[in-house]
């Protein structure tokens, strides 16, 4: 089992900055890919970034050059620096843990609510 814990939502003005942190816990040995994931009012969940294993990263057309997806391995702690955010940004981000190889599944965090105001 993984536990996901985010932290770092808030309000923010357009033009603004937030960092997102994502604690996990548990079977964190088991993790392959982490990453963040976000659902505004009315919208289906939509991927905003990914961090395998071995660092590889993977970002939606959306937030490439704004938002940055780091981790700290001592800590099993994953980040989300978010830079030039939007309106559009607004929407609760939900961090995400994948296990299983052969079987993938997915972990998620309670949610944390970003508000971008114009």
């Known amino acids: 089992q993984v536990l996901l814990v985010e932290s770092g939502g808030g309000l923010v003005q357009a033009g603004g900055s937030l960092r997102l942190s994502c604690a996990a816990s548990?079977?964190?040995?088991?993790?392959?890919?982490m990453g963040w994931y976000r659902q505004a009012p009315g919208k289906q969940r939509e991927l905003v970034t990914t961090?395998?294993?071995?660092?590889?990263?993977n970002y939606a057309d959306s937030v490439k050059g704004r938002f940055t997806i780091s981790r700290d391995n001592a800590k099993n702690t994953v980040y989300l620096q978010m830079n030039s955010l939007r309106p559009e940004d607004t929407a609760v981000y939900y961090c995400?843990?994948?296990?299983?190889?052969?079987?993938?599944?997915?972990?998620w965090g309670q949610g944390t609510q970003v508000t971008v105001s114009s």
């Open positions: 995400n843990a994948v296990t299983g190889s052969i079987v993938p599944f997915a972990w």
């Open positions: 548990g079977n964190i040995f088991s993790i392959n890919a």
């Open positions: 961090i395998t294993k071995a660092g590889t990263t």
